[in-house]
Nanobody
Framework: QVQLAESGGGLVQAGGSLKLSCAAS????????MGWFRQAPGKDRDFVAG????????YYADSVKGRFTISRDNAKNTVYLQMNSLKPEDTAAYYC????????????????WGQGTQVTVSS
């Protein structure tokens, strides 16, 4: 079993920054891929960013490119999402997830999920 725990959400003004963390525990595999998703009220859960555990190759949704940075610390089994230049449109519950295999942006392809952390960006 793999357990994921997000932290770092909060309230921030537009243009500000937040850094989210996702700590993973349990058995991990070299072929795992980590993704960040977000879900706003009344919206689907959409892919935000992803990273490979081994090489740290990042992937981003077009809506966050240039503003968000995903990284990982394999020794700590932790993935981070640095969010800069935040916009009110970024307001959502943010979830981390992981899957066996490689790059995927569809939430249904992920095997394990955290409980989420709320990010609210005020105008």
């Amino acid at each position: 079993q793999v357990q994921l725990a997000e932290s770092g959400g909060g309230l921030v003004q537009a243009g500000g920054s937040l850094k989210l963390s996702c700590a993973a525990s349990g058995r991990t595999f070299s072929g795992y891929f980590m993704g960040w998703f977000r879900q706003a009220p009344g919206k689907d859960r959409d892919f935000v960013a992803g990273i490979t555990w081994t090489s740290g190759n990042p992937y981003y949704a077009d809506s966050v490119k240039g503003r968000f940075t995903i990284s990982r610390d394999n020794a700590k089994n932790t993935v981070y999402l640095q969010m800069n230049s935040l916009k009110p449109e970024d307001t959502a519950a943010y979830y981390c997830a992981t899957r066996r295999g490689y790059t995927a942006s569809l939430s249904t392809l992920y095997d394990y999920w955290g409980q989420g952390t709320q990010v609210t960006v005020s105008s």
